[in-house]
């Protein structure tokens, strides 16, 4: 693969340092070649765990690779650490799309239909019922 092609297949290099960013103390700074470093690696760490999960696709003829494949990946690879935190993943998110159908079935709606913060970025926990505009605290 050329330069160019791996170039687009890169993480973009502001995620890669924001993420770095919030693991450093505040008063620390990161290089910009330290950024590259760490965007090159974790382009072929995902490259890697996705070509193995791909490969697992393509044996059982499936042309969408899933959650579960990435979880199954982590595990052939011997990152069990990571197939462990993907499970629990899965789980949160397998719940939180059920949580979501659920209320939306029952009426129920988040304030601000595609977030559940309050103007202060918080989340309050409070439902809103779709077409009565009546509040009811979750927690």
């Known amino acids: 693969m050329g330069d160019d092609n791996w170039e ?18 505040q008063t620390s ?16 760490f995902i490259s890697f765990v996705t070509s193995e ?16 494949d990435i979880y199954w990946a982590f595990g052939a690879l011997g990152l069990d650490n990571y197939a462990d935190a993907t499970a ?18 029952c009426g129920f709606q988040q304030q601000g239909e595609h977030n559940n913060h309050d103007d202060n970025g ?3 926990g409070k439902f ?7 509040s009811s605290q979750t927690n």
């Not at 629990?88 to 079935?105: E, F, G, S, V």
């Open 8 to 25: 687009k297949l890169q993480l973009p290099s502001a995620n890669v340092g924001r993420l770095m960013k919030k693991i450093i103390p």
């Open 88 to 105: 629990k993943y899965l789980l949160n998110y397998r719940d939180a799309q059920t949580m979501k159908i659920h209320n939306k079935h």
């Open 128 to 134: 809103y019922l779709a077409n009565k505009g009546e």
């Open 53 to 68: 999960a791909a490969e697992k696709c393509n044996r059982e003829n499936r042309r969408t690779l899933n959650g579960e």
């Open 122 to 124: 918080d989340d309050d």
């Open 29 to 44: 700074k990161i290089s910009k070649e330290a950024k590259q470093t760490m965007q090159e690696c974790a382009t072929e």
